[in-house]
């Protein structure tokens, strides 16, 4: 009985959990990339303890693979040296890890997934308890095949509504952390609910699941139902029950509706900065980004090129389009999709993390400024600290690209 | 003498260390930039004992542990605000970087003061000011990792299930 955070926590222990209990839980699956695997490795190597089981690891190099550093190599070299020695099967350069993780059957309902990766809470979207953590914790999971939770409280969102021509998950998502503040949900997962969720894709629950850290969340959960089953159809082969939440007690409930809801864009140096388009419209943009694990997936792709087709962007201005995964960057190559995208001047590079990290495949210089699809514009991090970084939808993104400014994605034909 | 080193509110990762410079797993490199951007003369000023002061949200966003490393590596003692994020709190926690939370005690210090911190005491002393402040006591769970030196040496010699 509970929230669907208590539901999983229940379920797994085998007795009813409460928010506010501390528990020794196993852990279905660990997922790492190349950023955090390394400090994890040498976190193990100092326990002295063999991994419990090398079938939990999922690894995947994402944050700069192919290393455009020597030391990114060098960090490489070692995971592969670590894969290899521990036989670990679950290993990925295929994408964005947390679209990976999702679509090769890591992620179902009432599974309990730890990441080294803050945005690990991308996992909720299919009803899974995925939770961000750093290095040592993720060691401490891959010798014990289990880990220490606090079991969080939650807010609900109670979502309804119909989105408004050209507004969508991405918005909703900047409306909702600008409602909450960057640490307005820190300790306690967010549950996103209502009629409007019901009848979102998974591509969309996976956009909202996605920043719920931004508000300072421990997980993003959403109820499994039919289209939950139709996704994981044939890509998860284990059994899994449903999960929602029964009799729950929310810590807060936030009621939205959507109908009224205008196209938003949040502007440096923070997430929970958010302002409707028109306040902001006309801003002049060098860096268009279109990609990652918020926003770079196949109806993603779709809409931002029905906007795009057929028109250039600006000759001093670049845009790069990184697809989130191999089976999204194949699907939208078979669709025609990335053609429209480099017929209008952009870049299709590799799936990865790409930009949203300022590691590699381009970075900002001093003074300039970039519109993105990404979730967090924190300074510095797409390259230089004196760029700027906004975020919106990637129907903003792409009509602002044809523009080299910002524009309100409704003028868009 | 130990100083403070003062932040305000939503100190995020990114500002901590930045992830163009944290493509390393050596401490003294992370140290080298800590604060690189928001606060440059941190890393060549920050000494042995210093602690850090911040307001709400300390260390928002990413998970990567490099932030917590970096600062302890630069020779902070403890890190002292009026919340932190709750990644940020494990994995300073893990690697033995004391963390205590006192609301509002970024209101009461200014930077560059000097202080005297006693962990096993529990107390946080301002020596200009001459006012002492009670560190809180963590849970039990969490006592017994600061007490380990964070949780690698702990599972050295213990269970996880023992410890709750």
Known sequence: MGTIAEEIFSRKIGRPVEAGEMVVCDVDYIMSHDSTTPLAIEALNKMGKPIFDPNKLVIHLDHFYPAPTINGAILHQRINKFVVENQIKNFFKQGVCHQVTIEKGFVYPGGIVVGADSHTCTYGALGCFGTGMGSTDIAVSYATGKNWFLVPKTIRFELYGSFPKRVYAKDLILHLVSKVGAGGATYMACEFGGELVDRMSISERITLANMAVEMGGKAGLIKSDKKTEEFLKDRVKLKWEHIAPKNPKYEKVIEVDVSKLTPLVAYPHRVDQVKPIEEVEGTPIDCFFLGTCTNGRLDDLKIAAEIIKGKKIPPDRRFVVTPASNEILEAAEREGILKIFRDAGAVVCNPGCSLCIGRHQGVLAPGEKALTSMNRNFIGRMGSPEAEIYLASPATVAISAVNGAITDPRRAK | ?164
Not at chain 2, 4 to 14: A, M, Q, R, S, Y
Not at chain 2, 27 to 39: G, N, Q, T, W, Y
Not at chain 2, 98 to 116: A, M, Q, R, S
Request: with cysteine; net charge negative; aromatic share 10%.
């Open chain 2, 1 to 164: 003498m130990a100083r403070i080193w003062k932040f305000g509110d939503d100190v995020n990762t990114d500002e901590i260390i930045p992830g163009r410079f944290n493509v390393t797993t050596d401490p003294k490199e992370l140290a080298a930039h800590c604060f690189f951007e928001v606060r440059p003369e941190f890393s060549k000023e920050a000494k042995e004992g210093d602690i850090i002061i911040a307001g709400k949200n300390f260390g928002m966003g990413s998970s990567r542990e490099h932030a917590p490393i970096s600062i302890k590596a630069a020779g902070i003692k403890a890190v002292i605000a009026s919340s932190f994020a709750r990644i940020f709190f494990r994995n300073g926690i893990n690697i033995g970087l004391p963390l205590y939370i006192i609301e509002g005690i970024e209101n009461e210090v200014e930077d560059g003061e000097t202080v005297e911190l006693n962990l096993d005491k529990g107390l946080l002393f301002l020596t200009e000011k001459k006012k002492e402040f009670k560190l809180p006591s963590f849970p039990p769970f969490v006592e017994k990792i600061i007490k380990a030196g964070g949780v690698v040496e702990l599972l050295k010699r213990y269970e996880l299930d023992e410890l709750i």
